[in-house]
């Protein structure tokens, strides 16, 4: 199992990042399976595409398919740069 507590989240992003996702925080379980369902899933390439006002949602590509994430969603996701 990878270690992930210096890892970057979806949520620790900027506007026209792309990323790969590593994994997701344990203790998630349901929330987890919502976002696999939307094709966020290990191994997905993620770009995000830009931030509310006030930061909140986030919008982001992945798989082809525009998706809006909550911040609290977001930082669920881990990620590295690609």
């Known amino acids: 199992m990878e270690d992930y ?8 992003l900027k506007a026209n990042d792309r990323v790969e996702v590593t994994g997701f925080q344990k203790d998630s379980k349901e ?15 993620v770009k995000v595409l830009r931030f509310a006002p006030l930061g909140d949602p986030i919008d982001i590509e992945v798989k082809g398919i525009s998706l809006s994430l909550r911040k609290e969603e977001a930082k669920l996701v881990f990620v590295r740069r690609v």
């Open 5 to 12: 507590k210096n890892s970057l989240t979806i949520g620790d």
């Open 31 to 45: 929330m987890t399976s919502k976002l696999m369902a939307m094709g966020i899933t290990r191994g997905a390439v």
